[in-house]
């Protein structure tokens, strides 16, 4: 078996196929300090680590979210997890910028990290503390950025919440006008910027859930800020 | 009451420039008449009724006080619900200025613009939405009629029919023989019958495990077949068999007298039977004459009116538009369409393009949900899917506990809006 294996690696990095594994994702020393500065309070990390207010780090690329043991997560992280959500570059990335645009519900009271590069300064030294990527080819997935950034522009549009009202019938059926929530989330009162952001990470797949992949698979960008405006005034 | 009226504008105006402006004649307000209170029906109503803000008058036309869904009644069957838990009342639909009548229709005069109930009350309208349902048809299953419900239930319009499939397979001997025979192509609810073969094997596992299940299929495939068939392996295992048309599945009589199927012409003895007929649009529609001969009303893709007239609008199982399944999701999606359009027509609110979707979740086992959906928008010819999703085989428990749970959010989701 690893005789065969070998030569089918050497074959994929001769002809440049070979994941970027190896990609740089920021400065980790900086990365370090950041940790310290914006995570440390509640996340420990590294050799020892235990969970505090928040579970502990170690080997969070490619793990599945809400799935360190022991820890009670929330119940939004913990439907996160069982709809698929895993933790990786892609998905790690605007957890940090903005954790509550990715996973409405979660317990993470931190206000995000608007700046890129800090990011990835941070992103960097949170991966010194699991399996590397350079080291497991199939876990290439992890170590890919991609770019979630949404358009300025796109935020700033203004929708028109009459389109949103008769768009928001289809959300209706399932989500609830009064903003109960069993079983499905509730969307009422969602602030109008997170709710963009959120549509869009199920656009790009990197929210889970099929039903949501495809709802906004079909909403264009005037169609989603319709929708925030909408159910923004919802009380 | 403005019947005498609307009699006089009726026969004294053009229709087409009614239909263009009915506001224009003074202080009558324009009227809809919804007949059937389900998932097409009731949303239909409510949406207009709220969305007019009283510009509308708006009156339900439904059989039943209190409305049993459908949707979830197998779960019933398996004893993860209270029939309680399915039924539904009207009082928000009264209480949000729609006029519910619990009657009968029996007869629409389309050039009167008329419905007449069977308490001989007429209504008069501008728009009529019809929602009724399904119907079975005739001669479907040979040796089974209407009259035969009671011995072996069809269980598929939810109410006592459904506690009557229940009490009897409680009632089956130890290691006795449930059979099912499955409706051919287009019917309610395509996963329906083998989510309730699902059940029914539930509740036998725990208490006749020794019992057996037949399915008498017409049908080649069915919706979902590799995940059902995948948990009946998995939590079943044995007691289901299925029957498909290579193996007689559609050659197939009932003798309700004996309580024997006939299996290409083998007789086998049943100690319960669940026979599932072909079906059609419900009564209503045929007698207003919007059928055709495959007895489904076509409707216009893009506003679920009528093919046949264009100041009635057909909603739910009973249409024939296209991709959509028959199911109270997309009922439920389909109403809202119609009634945006409905109220363009009638108050001069703005009408968007339409958008249809529907998920069709399904239990397996105690906590093992799966899901079906697609996404449909209008092309010239039917309602087309444009995007779609399923459950995978080989999903993990957390998955499939996350999907039950929220199918129960859906439940609780798509009975607030259909019933307020």
Redesign the interface.
């Known amino acids: 078996m690893g005789r065969r294996f070998l030569p089918a690696l050497a074959i994929l990095a001769a002809a440049g196929l070979f994941p970027a594994a190896a990609e740089e994702i920021g400065d980790a020393a900086r990365g370090a300090a950041l940790f310290k500065r914006e995570c440390a309070v509640c996340h420990e990390i590294g050799e020892g680590a235990m969970r505090r207010i928040g579970p502990p780090l170690n080997g969070v690329f490619g793990r599945r979210a809400g799935s360190a043991d022991g820890f009670a997560y929330s119940r939004a992280m913990a439907?996160m997890?069982?709809?698929?959500l895993t933790w990786t570059l892609e998905t790690l990335d605007p957890y940090l910028e903005n954790p509550k645009a990715l996973v409405s519900g979660t317990k993470m009271t931190y206000r995000g990290l608007k700046d890129t590069t800090a990011r990835s300064d941070l992103l960097a030294y949170l991966r010194e503390w699991s399996d590397k990527p350079q080291d497991i080819p199939e876990a290439e997935p992890t170590a890919l950025k991609t770019d979630h950034e949404l358009d300025p522009a796109i935020l700033a549009i203004e929708g028109d919440p009459?389109?949103g009202e008769?768009?928001a019938?289809?959300c209706?059926?399932?989500?609830?006008?009064?903003g109960?929530?069993?079983?499905?989330p509730s969307i009422t009162g969602w602030p109008r910027e997170d709710f963009v952001v959120a549509m869009h990470a199920y656009k790009k797949k990197l929210r889970p859930h099929?039903?949501m992949?495809?709802?906004a698979?079909?909403l264009n960008d005037e169609e989603i800020a319709a929708l925030a405006a909408f159910f923004a005034t919802l009380e | 009451m403005t019947l005498s009226r609307r009699h006089f504008i009726g026969s004294g105006i053009a229709t087409g420039a009614l239909l263009a402006a009915p506001m224009v004649w003074g202080q009558a307000k324009p009227r809809v008449v919804v007949i059937g209170g389900g998932a097409g029906g009731a949303t239909a109503a409510r949406?207009i009724a709220k969305d007019s803000d009283g510009a509308i008058d708006v009156t339900l036309v439904e059989a039943n006080p209190i409305y049993t869904t459908c949707f979830f009644s197998n779960l019933y069957l398996g004893g993860f619900r209270d029939f309680e838990s399915l039924q539904h009342g009207y009082d928000k639909l009264s209480g949000g200025g729609v006029t519910v009548i619990n009657d009968m229709a029996t007869g629409v005069d389309r050039d009167a613009r008329t419905v007449t109930l069977a308490g001989g009350q007429v209504l008069t309208w501008d728009r009529l939405v019809l929602s009724p349902g399904i119907d079975f048809k005739d001669g479907s299953v040979p040796g089974w009629s209407l009259d035969a419900a009671e011995v072996m239930p069809h269980a598929y319009k939810a109410g006592p029919q459904t506690q009557l499939l229940r009490q009897k397979v409680d009632a089956m001997p130890q290691g006795g023989t449930f059979a099912m025979v499955a409706p051919p192509n287009p019917y309610r609810c395509p996963p329906g019958p083998y989510e309730r073969i699902s059940m029914v094997a539930h509740v036998l596992k725990e208490r006749n495990p020794t019992a057996k299940i037949l399915v008498l299929d017409p049908k080649d495939k069915f919706s979902k077949q590799a995940l059902f068939e995948e948990g009946w392996g998995k939590h079943y295992n044995g007691m289901v068999d299925w029957i498909g048309p290579d193996f007689g599945g559609n050659n197939i009589e009932v003798r309700p007298g004996t309580m024997e199927v006939v299996v290409d012409g083998e007789v086998m003895k049943v100690d319960c039977c669940n026979v599932i007929p072909g079906q059609m649009a419900g009564r209503i529609a045929a007698l207003a004459g919007v059928t055709d001969d495959s007895g489904w009303a076509p409707v216009h893709p893009d506003s679920m009116k009528s093919k046949v007239d264009e100041t009635i609008f057909v909603l739910g199982d009973s249409s024939a538009q296209g991709d959509m399944p028959k199911s109270g999701?997309s009922a439920?999606?389909q109403a809202?369409v119609a009634a945006?359009a409905i109220r363009g027509e009638l108050a001069g609110s703005?009408v968007?393009p339409a958008?249809y979707?529907n998920?069709c979740w399904s239990l397996i086992a105690p906590e093992d949900g799966v899901?079906v959906?697609?996404?449909y928008e209008p092309t010239p010819e039917k309602i087309a899917s444009?995007?779609?999703?399923i459950s995978a085989t080989g999903e993990?428990a957390?998955?499939r506990?996350?999907t039950y749970?929220?199918?129960?959010?859906?439940y609780?989701?798509?009975t607030?809006?259909i019933f307020g």
């Open positions: 439907r997890g069982s709809d698929g009459d389109y008769y768009l019938a289809e209706q059926t399932c989500h609830q006008r009064d109960s929530d069993l079983g499905i099929p039903v992949q495809m709802m698979g079909r | 949406y999701f439920n999606s809202k945006m703005k968007f958008r979707s998920t899901k959906g697609a996404s444009v995007d779609s999703f993990d957390a998955l506990k996350a749970q929220e199918s129960l959010g859906w609780a989701g798509i607030a809006d």
